[in-house]
């Protein structure tokens, strides 16, 4: 549905502003190929076959790579966690780089992972224009939610004008 707004919107502008117009269709044509690679990645099954087959590094990788800004990632795990700890994690790690590439207008950033006693860390981290509220009924707040029903925790701190780094905590559990 915001795919179809937004090539509406590019095609108003197209005669009277054709730079800005070019501009929006390049972005909606970056979130077509993104939204073709979690199609597929859905079709295989709840877990990407990347994350079941070489877990979390790979896999976030993967992710990093359909980013619209260069994304460093980061992993640094004893073992792997439960399949299930795993996959959110990376639907996780997936929707807040989407959302860096559709609000942050970043040129970096940042995904690391580590594990600290009981607890699976999570951060990705922006240089990008901030302003990110979980608490105003976003994506965030729902992931904030999803994250809650696993005894998972989401902090955010975005001041305007940047950087964002949010953080989440997931309960660990071994395979």
């Known amino acids: 549905v915001n795919l179809a707004m937004d090539l509406g919107l590019a095609k108003e502008k197209l005669t009277e502003d054709p730079r800005e117009a070019a501009r929006m269709v390049d972005e ?88 600290v006693e009981d607890r699976l860390m999570l951060q990705v981290t922006d240089n990008g224009v901030g302003g990110a509220d979980a608490s105003t009924g976003s994506g965030l707040a729902g992931l904030a939610e999803r994250l809650d029903a696993v005894d998972g925790i989401l902090l955010v701190d975005s001041p305007t004008a940047g950087p964002t780094r949010v953080t989440a905590e997931l309960p660990w559990r071994r395979a």
């Open 28 to 115: 909606a044509h970056g979130e077509v190929k993104t939204a073709l690679q979690e199609l597929r990645d859905l079709a295989r099954g709840i877990h990407p076959a990347i994350l079941t087959d070489r877990g979390l590094d790979a896999a976030l990788s993967s992710v990093a790579s359909r980013c619209t800004v260069p994304v460093q990632v980061e992993v640094d795990l004893p073992a792997r966690p439960a399949p299930a700890i795993e996959g959110i994690a990376y639907f996780t790690v997936s929707e807040l780089l989407q959302n860096v590439s559709k609000h942050s207008r970043a040129t970096r950033a940042t995904v690391d992972v580590w594990r």
